[in-house]
């Protein structure tokens, strides 16, 4: 974590969650395959997925389903408790059964075909009708302003991409993203750009992200050697499409493991250490349709320890009051100052009034 003097003095930073992604694509008559769909209703979006091209996402399909361990059916189950659920019935089998190693499913064989069609599922949302992350990418990242120019910042949980679509024209991707994202999938040897400071912190990863399959293996098994730092080289952009699982590159996804690889991944360390930094540096927060999930460790220590003396307003948007309550027990503690609360029902709505 860098010194207080070299971090950046963040105006407002935006926290978004999948309701925010959730609003801005559904609308009356939306299909509903356009739609970034909430966690609680994930399973249940990736068990409708029936396409005829490409061939393999039919077979990835049936392959997460079948595969699936629980009594309770799969699509009943929100994307995070899947996931935990199905890698204890796993590690419990693998430890039981050790002789069937070789020939039972393993956890990488299941989260590589369920990042992929997670990645599939999520390309084909769209924004709906009424812009608001089209206004609200306005409001936020002026057109004409340079990046060093502006001091909002957004920290993102959502693999999506429907934000970053509407500034895609103004800002490299370097400039979104971080400093050594590539154009093509071979390493890049070429001097980079110095951009410490992104514009939109994505923690869990993006649908746009490719890596090789043989890092995606070392993300998910959390066993990377004996390296300290694992570094994820090349990590490179990708305009359109998915890969198939039997492809040698894969999306740059986090699934939701019990264990977030940050403690050994380069990248995921940078990125949680920059949004920790700009929560300690801004002057306002606004968190949209991010409820604090209790499964995710990781995101609930970052959110209660760090300190800002210098916050003055804390917004909250989301169609559940209670999530307003959860928060204000959160940060109402002693190394975070006394701001003024407000709250909104609606991102649509929040977006007007900015």
């Known amino acids: 974590m860098r010194r207080k003097e070299h971090r950046l003095k963040v105006h407002r930073l935006f926290l978004l969650g999948a309701g925010a992604s959730f609003r801005v694509s559904s609308g009356a008559g939306a299909f509903e395959e356009r739609q970034a769909p909430l966690d609680r209703d994930f399973c249940s979006r990736l068990s409708k997925v029936k396409v005829i091209k490409p061939h393999w996402v039919e077979k990835c ?34 430890a039981i059964h050790p002789r069937r190693r070789k020939t039972s499913l393993t956890d990488f064989d299941y989260m590589n075909q369920l990042s992929h069609l997670i990645c599939f599922a999520l390309r084909r949302a769209h924004e709906n009708t009424n812009g608001a992350y089209r206004i609200f990418a306005d409001k936020v990242f002026p057109p004409g302003k340079a990046s060093d120019e502006i001091q909002d910042r957004i920290i993102t949980f959502n693999y999506d991409e429907l934000l970053e679509k509407n500034i895609f024209k103004r800002f490299s991707i370097r400039e979104i993203y971080f400093d050594r994202l590539a154009d093509a999938p071979s390493p890049r040897r070429e001097s980079y750009t110095n951009h410490p400071f992104p514009l939109v912190v994505k923690l869990h990863g993006s649908v746009n992200w490719r890596c090789s399959k043989q890092n995606f293996e070392s993300i998910v098994r959390c066993r990377p050697g004996d390296e300290e730092n694992y570094y994820i080289d090349p990590i490179w952009y990708a305009k359109v499409g998915t890969p198939a699982p039997e492809d040698q590159s894969s999306p740059l996804i986090m699934p939701p493991l019990p264990v977030k690889p940050i403690t050994h991944v380069s ?12 929560l300690h540096e801004a002057s306002e927060l606004v968190i949209c349709g991010y ?32 999530v307003l309550a959860k928060w204000r027990a959160l940060l109402r503690r002693r190394n975070v100052s006394r701001a003024k609360w407000i709250y909104y029902e609606d991102f649509d709505e929040y977006v007007r009034a900015m």
Not at 316 to 322: A, G, R, T
Request: aromatic share 16%.
């Open 291 to 322: 409820s604090l999930p209790d499964a995710d460790r990781m995101a609930q220590s970052m959110f209660a320890n760090f300190g800002n003396k210098s916050l003055t307003q804390i917004t909250v948007v989301d169609p559940n009051p209670e």
């Open 267 to 278: 990248l995921f360390r940078f990125l949680w250490t920059t949004a920790y930094e700009y």
């Open 61 to 94: 399909r049936e392959f997460v389903e079948n595969q699936w361990l629980d009594e309770k059916p799969f699509q009943e189950f929100g994307l995070e408790q899947a996931v935990l659920c199905q890698l204890g019935h796993l590690e419990f089998i693998d």
